[in-house]
């Protein structure tokens, strides 16, 4: 067996198919396929459509055409994570298992009133206000409910500190070794009401199954490694280094197109932009 430093540099890009990729999402990409290929890496790419509410076909036939035209070539078969409920289940279920999920029927009007006048309560890092428990200890119904982790109990199971190692930055230029706080989060949903499963049960899963030691990303996500980090050691996965990167707004598609008000991918190239201009725009060039 190789062990850790052995293994190939393997980083991926995973877009939600829930609309047209812009000039964030390219930059994203380019970022995960460089820091790959400079290192003698592979480049992977996975379709996050869990969310059936949202996700739509020619969104990903989008994504394949804009990666192309972009000259991004990938490694391997795209999974997709609809074709993959079984795992993210069974993951659910192992931590169902160790009594760390509860059933939560709770809407959010219910949480707002639960909360109502408590000016002091704490919010998580998207500022959303921490989940008070209602459901933590009461019986519930387990049918079309979401489930949450306990996070006081998933906690209590770490026997080490819990870390990661940032090579790219937050976004107040955090880097090297990172102090994990999940606890920021409360009792996160792991499964929704709607869909069942949830980004932060088939993030994790997915990176594991796919072999990344590499997640390239966002700052936007930056504090969901956090969580990322617990369901790893909660599930026994391996830990990716991270590297997440300044987010690029639309900014960067409308000093390419000027008129346009639409500024996809597919909307600069139908305006005679070309994948030069744009990544250079983004600094691959
Ligand atoms: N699917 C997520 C998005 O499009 C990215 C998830 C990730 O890179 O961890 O924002």
Same mark, same amino acid.
């Given at each position: 067996m190789p062990d850790d430093h052995d293994r190939m540099v393997t980083t991926r890009f995973a877009p939600s198919p829930n609309g047209w990729l812009h000039a964030g999402h390219a930059f994203s990409a380019l970022y995960a396929e460089n820091f790959a290929r400079r290192r003698g890496g592979r480049f992977l790419l996975r379709i996050e459509d869990i969310d059936f509410t949202r996700a739509r076909e020619e969104y990903i036939e989008g994504i394949f055409e804009d990666l192309r035209w972009l000259g991004l070539r990938w490694t391997g078969p795209v999974p997709r994570q609809s074709a993959r409920m079984a795992a993210y289940r069974a993951a659910l279920s192992r931590l169902k298992e160790m009594g760390l999920l509860y059933p939560c029927q709770c809407s959010r009007k219910e949480i707002r009133q639960a909360l109502?006048? *408590?000016?002091d309560w704490p919010s998580d890092p998207d500022g959303a206000p921490l989940?008070?428990?209602?459901?933590?200890t009461a019986a519930r119904d387990e049918a079309a409910a979401a489930w949450r982790l306990d996070m006081k109990k998933a906690l209590a199971r770490l026997s080490a500190p819990l870390t990661w190692r940032e090579t790219g930055s937050g976004p107040d230029g955090e880097t090297g070794v990172i102090a994990a706080?999940?606890?920021?989060?409360?009792?996160?949903?792991?499964?929704? *009401?709607?869909?069942?499963?949830s980004y932060h049960i088939a993030v994790v899963v997915d990176d594991a199954h796919q072999g990344i030691t590499h997640v390239t990303r966002g700052q936007d996500l930056y504090h969901a490694t956090s969580i990322h980090r617990l369901l790893q050691a909660l599930l026994s996965l391996p830990e990716p280094v991270y590297a997440h990167h300044r987010l690029i707004t639309d900014e960067a598609g409308r000093k390419l197109s000027?008129?346009?008000r639409d500024t996809s991918l597919r909307a600069l190239r139908k305006a005679g932009v070309t994948a030069e201009e744009l990544k250079r725009m983004l600094g691959f060039s």
């Open positions: 109502e006048g *408590r000016t989940y008070p428990g209602t459901c933590r706080r999940p606890g920021d989060w409360g009792d996160v949903i792991l499964a929704r *009401r709607d869909i069942g499963v000027k008129s346009l």
